[in-house]
């Protein structure tokens, strides 16, 4: 008797996260992967949304509160807003056009297929995140990589500009304005204020706005489950 909690453990605790969810998303991911890369090119996983793909693979194998908090927290609004415009769109109507690149012909229609991962991650980041637990820290985990991303889109990412009719695909689809550093049209960049004032403002705005409220939100919603 006095031998079984020592037993107890050196067992491995037993796994939180069925096989199968994280085989099939795996799968998912080696197919998306390969495509992205030949259809839009290496900077756009720069994007939050497709950072947090990684993040949630991550997640799943590690089964980690932090790997699953850190994109829930910084995706969920964005992607809730991309939900409703993608709606808005496909009823024939027009809220922000974020979702507008969905229906562009020229981008090949199994690559948009793919992207209805917009749709599911952030339930299933939720999902993981209540079999898991909500991590706090992630705010500050998330902050600091959106900070990163936002640089490094800023200052070696191209702006926004108007597609080229003449130019292939290739390079017709390369992504611009990457996490919306120089505004959120597609063709021009912002012309509110001086340029590198408003991307301070973005770089202010997105914690205090999005990422703050999310946080609040979600530790809240799990405060049975959060872990300091």
Sequence with gaps: MGRQPLLDWMQPPAPRLPL????LYSGFLAVLLPIYWRDYGPSNFLYFCDVALFFTLGALWCESPLLASAPLLGIFLPQMLWVLDFLFELAGLHLTGLTGYMFEERRPLFTRLLSLFHFWLPFLCLGLVWRLGYDRRALVLWTLLAWTLMGVCYVAMPPPAPVDPA??????NRPA???YV??????????????DWYFAAYMAAMPLLVFLPSHWMFAWLFARRATP
């Design 20 to 23: 199968w969810l994280k085989l």
């Design 167 to 172: 130019a292939p695909p290739a390079l017709a």
């Design 177 to 179: 304005n990457i996490n």
């Design 182 to 195: 120089f505004g959120f049209g597609s063709e021009h960049p912002q012309q509110m204020m001086e340029q």
